[in-house]
């Protein structure tokens, strides 16, 4: 059987110093970043920060919509949705959205939870011989979102955030954690600059299913498709996954 081939993916991590609460600019700072790539990837609430007065951005998603459809560039980024919700959406360069993501776990430090409402879907979509799923910053917390995922086939895993300094090391830890114990590569993309409450550092990362740095900072990536398929059927940790319920014994 001839060996199957896929072609390239060129990732873009893109890392932004977003406007504190001003739509109109981020939108043109989005679309002055954005860098020839198959996939471009803004970081979390890119249209306003990461801000506890979510007034929903109506404008973002049409926005997402367009940008894709005139560059030809498949484009991740968050905003505000109505809900109010932190989402990230994916945008084709047709001009449809091939994914929306409602963040699942609210950052209860900074009262995020009392101001949005947590999703409840993750969903995993293909695209250019990846299966994807998108997650947004505090997620990273919780392995158990990507490994339900990662069992539902995901390989590549985006993580969109606003992180701040202070825990910059957490952040990549995590990043190449998920990547490793899920045999996926994970993309995360941190904002740049500061605003009223914190000080962001970038550092994104795109990381391997073997946990090793691609890319850190802004830039773009090559990805293969087959790189998961391959580890996974070389050493099948996932096989291994119980799906029941761990029963812990005495002590």
Known sequence: MPRRILPRVKVALVETDTAWEDEKANRKLVEDALPPSD???F???AFSGFTMNPRVDARAEPFLRELAARTGTCIAAGYVAKG???MAAMAAPDGTILARYSKMHPFRF???HQHYTRGDDLPVVP???FQIAILICYDLR????FREAALRGADLFLVLANWPEERIAHWSALLRARAIENQAYVVGVNRVGKD????YPGRSLAVDPL???LLEGAGIVDLDPLNPTRLRNRFPALKDVRTDRYRLGPG
């Not at 009223?196 to 000080?199: A, F, R, V």
């Open 39 to 41: 996939l471009a990837v």
């Open 84 to 86: 109010p919700v932190n």
């Open 110 to 112: 900074a009262g995020e």
């Open 127 to 129: 695209l250019r011989g």
């Open 196 to 199: 009223p409450s914190h000080s």
């Open 142 to 145: 919780f392995p158990e979102a």
């Open 43 to 45: 970081p979390e609430l």
């Open 211 to 213: 946990g090793e740095i």
